[in-house]
């Protein structure tokens, strides 16, 4: 056998989560499942930054690798919330690991938030970094059976008759986890297994699809395709340039257990499959492939992959909703995609592993560098703020640099500049700058001649300030922001701008913990002038708005003063080296202003600061090492040897000027200086041809977009000019249709106005009559009113007359009524008026008392009558109880009547029967009689007899069935339309019949 393929592992570490709620009876638990094998942490505590520290491990070959990142096999994390008393066991979400991303060498650790999560408030995170390594341990070969070849002869398929029964939309894609596929149909039939897949090969004039009112931005924004299959969300690696759009050919695939019968009807049933291009979350254009047209035969799948293949045009949304024409199809958007179902076992080509398709590489993956290679960044650039800038200490030659990787934008600067250096170095071939000025470590005078240096004051301090800027809150905007804070203090040594990385979401009325936001600076500086820089400047704070799609956005700016560490006490501590030290901390709230428009509070920075005093600095000179282009600034090392000192009869009183230690090492700085200028010049000469070379490309790329943009209005314009061509013509059309109204609405409106004329002539002389009413009505009216005030002014005075006569017979009457009061009839007709009254009042109560008396006994004979009525009514209820039942008996009576005269019936229809039955027999006799006397002639007497007995018998029997037919009428029980009524009715016509014939 073959050399075995290399071994890799694929280790996911599951370090520690944040933001989980707090449950004392519950452990956490994190399962991670790759290529059927479920791998699972030891349960931790269920607190609010749980702890796992675990690494979870799957091995296997490079090939199978290389087939997983082919199909995009994803790694599911899932996390549970186990009881620990009933063992119950609740997801409280999952994390999907995208295998491509995975490279060898060491990997930044990422917070992933839970998806699907239980915990929708707290929004929890799980801090997880995964990595490519090789397996060094030895392989054992095993025995291993040859497989047997495959059997000569047709495969014959029969469709059980049981699957002509199966719904098309019951039919669904079922993941079964435990071996990587899908189950569409039922178990039983699923026998074969399929591969579908999907290949987003190339697209073409994309330009078309961003409408013309919308400006391309400066900083290129990033598409990508967006497709579904079978519920899984697919997308391909993102590109930046839609005239010439680059990205290598990516294609992912599913495997399907079913049958190929079940996979038609499923097909058939699916909705097409869209393919999306988008940007962000908004999707410029879609296209849809039908499914249906992959299985159109039983055998072709079996011989060679069914695929559905080619160039299809991307639509518009806007365009689908307004039904706008076509674009021609030279400038239609197209992406090319092939669509592919083969069944496992078909070989379509060599699978050798040179032979293979070769993996796509991502883009984004080959901008990202590790941090082992990420170089400081210049001085003037933006750094993060986890970078610390520190004056290196004697001893100390190399300078600190961030455990953290760096930006991609930050990666990507860094890269270019190495290209370039490395361009300059090929240009001049000359030697790094490191090792052409490094000075010979001979002496410490050639080190101190070789070198510019910087003096140090020799009351400065070593002074080491930090700064943590920790959450910010109380955001008052009205959307949410991706909050990035910047700030810069060249006092501190470094000119660079300090951010905190990568941006955060922060909304309304929520606090959110700023990621890298703590920086430490070293620097040596006297006390009394960090005391008045501190107090003279503040540190200015901003806040930023950071979007892929527009221009980074000034919020607003917080003003820090420093001066506030400077009036906290001091806490003493003991250095590195065992000298005594001093710290002074200092945290607060301070408010962030706006940055535009009124000077609102529109957020909070919540921050913490630290001073810490190391003492007087010991080198008192500062090296300038050659990177100090770079910002990198270090401190001489002191010579670790004695010098001794120079005694005056050792100097040489004539030695030549040109030979003294001072005069070379001024050569050698002059020469050193030129040496720099010279290489400054070549380095600026090469940026400038960079930069000429990057205008270039961006002036041709700006230009190709603007030919697309004219290409495109122009096509525009021509569909509006249609569209304008079309509009016109309906435009002349309605105004020939207004033309005609006008000339109908003159007509009407003289018309009208004729119509109007005619009623007002008719409103006039009717208004004219009615004046002329009215007047005479108002003569008529004041005449009576005239004849009225004449008889008022005649009853008033009547009044009057009146008034005065009552006066004077009131007046009378006082006097008589005076002149009676006085005479004891008077006295006696008072006490008899008081007696009247008693006794009236009396009469009144005997009248009431008698009046109660009555009311009781109407009352008493109401009752009485209630009394009696109710006993009629209970009596007339029990007569009609009695007479109820009477008639229930009289029914009953009836129906016992009616069923004996039905068997009185029964017997006289027996009878009739009978009867019938000795006419029949009577008649037969007749017609013998007859015959016979035909045969035999006899007398006329005899005959008469013969012809007499006959009637008298047909009388007889003609007699008794209309007694029988009256009888049975007489009893009310029958009618004439009973059956037995119809019968004798019958009978009786046929003897009359009869006997009229005899007759």
């Known amino acids: 056998m073959g050399s075995r393929s290399e071994q890799m592992l694929i280790v996911v ?46 091995e296997l070959d490079r090939r199978s690798l290389y087939q997983h990142r082919l199909q995009r ?186 049958q190929t019968e079940i996979l038609r009807l499923f097909f058939a049933s699916q909705s097409n499959l869209q393919i999306h291009l988008c940007c962000g979350d908004r999707s410029l254009g879609s296209t849809e492939i039908s499914l249906a047209g992959l299985l159109k035969g039983n055998s072709e799948i079996l011989r060679h992959p069914a695929a559905v293949e080619g160039a299809f045009t991307l639509v518009p ?112 071939n000359a030697p790094p700058l490191d090792s052409q000025f490094r000075p010979a470590p001979a002496t410490n005078e050639s080190d101190s001649t070789s070198a510019p240096k910087i003096s140090i004051p020799a009351s400065a301090h070593h002074f080491c300030f930090a700064l943590d800027i ?22 501190f040594g470094t000119a660079a701008p300090i951010m905190t990385n990568p941006p955060v979401e922060v909304k309304k009325n929520m606090e959110v913990i700023l990621p890298q936001s703590f920086c430490a600076f070293d620097f040596a500086a006297p006390p009394h002038q960090l005391q008045d820089t501190f107090f003279r400047l503040p540190l200015l704070i901003e806040v930023w708005h950071k979007d892929k799609m527009t221009k980074d956005v000034l919020l607003g700016i917080a003003r820090l003063k420093l001066s506030h560490v400077l009036t ?46 190391y003492g007087l600095v010991k080198t008192q000179h500062i090296t300038v090492s050659d990177s100090s282009q770079s910002a990198n600034i270090g401190l001489q090392q002191p010579s670790d040897l004695p010098t001794k000192p120079v005694q005056a009869s050792e100097l040489v009183a004539d030695t030549e000027p040109r030979e003294t230690m001072e005069y070379k090492a001024a ?59 079309k ?84 007046k009378e009457f006082h006097q008589y009524k005076e002149q009676q009061s006085s005479k004891p009839e008077i006295r006696l007709q008072s006490e008899i008026n008081l007696l009247t009254l008693e006794k009236v009042e009396l009469e009144r109560k005997l009248e009431s008392a008698t009046k109660s008396k009555l009311h009781y006994k109407q009352q008493w004979g109401r009752a009485l009558k209630e009394l009696a009525r109710l006993k009629q009514r209970e009596q007339e209820n029990a007569m009609a109880r009695l007479k109820k039942q009477q008639q229930e008996l009289e029914h009953m009576r009836l129906r016992y009547l009616a069923a004996e005269e039905k068997e009185v019936v029964k017997t006289e229809r027996q009878e009739l029967e009978e009867i019938r039955t000795e006419l029949n027999r009577l008649k037969l006799q007749d017609d013998k009689k007859q015959s016979s006397v035909q045969r035999n002639p006899v007398s006329g007497e005899e005959a ?24 049975l009428l007489r009893t009310g029980v029958y009618t004439h339309d009973d059956r037995i009524i119809r019968e004798l009715d019958r009978q009786i016509r046929e003897t009359m019949v009869k006997r009229g014939g005899h007759t």
């Open 727 to 810: 509009t016109l013509a309906d435009l002349e059309e309605r105004e020939r249709h207004l033309g005609n109204g006008e000339i109908e609405l003159q007509r009407l409106r003289k018309e009208l106005q004729d119509d109007h004329d005619r009623k007002l002539r008719e409103m006039q002389d009717t208004t004219r009559r009615s004046t002329t009413d009215a007047t005479h009505q108002v003569e008529l009216e004041r005449l009576k009113f005239n004849q009225l005030q004449d008889d008022k002014l005649r009853l008033q005075q009547q009044l009057h007359e009146a008034e005065q006569k009552y006066k004077l017979l009131e």
């Open 73 to 258: 096999t994803p790694i599911k994390v899932y996390c549970y919330a186990i009881d620990s008393f009933s063992t119950a066991k609740e997801s409280v979400g999952y994390i999907i690991l995208d295998l491509r991303s995975v490279q060898e060498g060491k990997q930044a650790l990422k917070w992933y938030s839970l998806l699907s999560s239980k915990y929708t408030k707290s929004k929890p995170e799980i801090k997880i970094g995964i990595v490519l390594e090789t397996d060094a341990k030895p392989h054992v070969e095993a025995f291993k059976a040859r497989e047997a070849p495959p059997r000569e002869g047709k495969v014959i398929e029969t469709l059980p008759c049981s699957l002509l029964d199966v719904d098309p939309k019951s039919l669904t894609a079922i993941l079964n986890e435990e071996e990587s596929y899908y189950q569409i149909g039922p178990g039983e039939y699923c026998t074969d297994f399929f591969v579908l897949s999907v290949t987003i090969a190339f697209a073409t004039q994309l330009e078309q699809l961003i409408p013309s009112t919308i400006k391309l931005p400066d900083e290129r924004p990033e598409f990508f395709f967006y497709y579904s299959l079978l519920g899984n969300d697919v997308t391909n690696d993102p590109f930046t340039d839609l005239i010439n759009p680059n990205f290598a050919p990516e294609r992912a695939s599913v495997k399907i257990r079913s």
């Open 667 to 725: 050569f050698e700085l002059e020469m050193w200086k030129e040496m720099q200028e010279n290489l400054f010049e070549n380095q600026l000469k090469q940026k400038e041809l960079a930069h000429m070379q990057t205008l270039g490309d961006e002036w041709k790329r700006r230009d190709r977009e603007r030919e697309a943009l004219v290409k495109k209005k122009v096509v525009e314009y021509a569909a509006l000019e249609e569209q304008l061509q």
């Open 470 to 491: 920790r959450s910010i809150a109380q955001l008052d905007v009205n959307f949410a922001i991706n909050c990035i804070v910047r700030y810069t203090y060249p006092f």
């Open 317 to 428: 949304p806007e365009k689908k909703k307004q039904k706008l024409p076509p674009l021609p199809l030279d400038l239609s958007p197209t992406v090319g995609v092939s669509v592919a179902l083969k069944k496992e076992g078909i070989i379509s080509q060599p699978s050798s592993p040179v032979k293979m398709e070769p993996e796509p590489k991502s883009p984004v993956m080959q901008r990202i560098m590790s941090p082992q290679n990420a170089k400081t960044p210049d001085q003037g650039k933006p750094c993060s703020a986890d970078q610390v800038t520190k004056v290196v200490e004697a001893g100390s030659l190399t300078p600190e640099r961030s455990d953290s990787p760096p930006s991609r934008d930050q990666a990507t600067e860094n890269e270019a500049n190495s290209l370039q250096e490395e361009a300059n170095k090929k240009i001049h």
């Open 568 to 613: 906290v006490d001091k806490t003493r501590f003991l250095g590195l080296s065992g000298d005594q030290c001093w710290r002074q901390t200092y945290s607060e709230k301070i408010p962030v202003v706006a940055a535009q428009g009124t000077s609102n509070k529109i957020a909070e920075l919540y921050y913490s600061m630290t001073l810490e005093d």
């Open 13 to 58: 570490s599951i370090l520690e989560g944040r933001y989980f709620p707090k449950r004392h009876r519950h452990k956490i638990v994190v399962e991670a499942r790759f290529d059927g094998e479920l791998l699972a942490t030891d349960p931790v505590d269920h607190k609010s930054q749980p702890d796992f520290v675990t690494e979870l491990a799957w």
């Open 944 to 967: 008469g007899d013969h012809v007499q007995r006959p009637d008298e018998a047909l009388d007889n029997y003609l007699t008794r069935l209309i007694e029988e037919r009256d009888t």
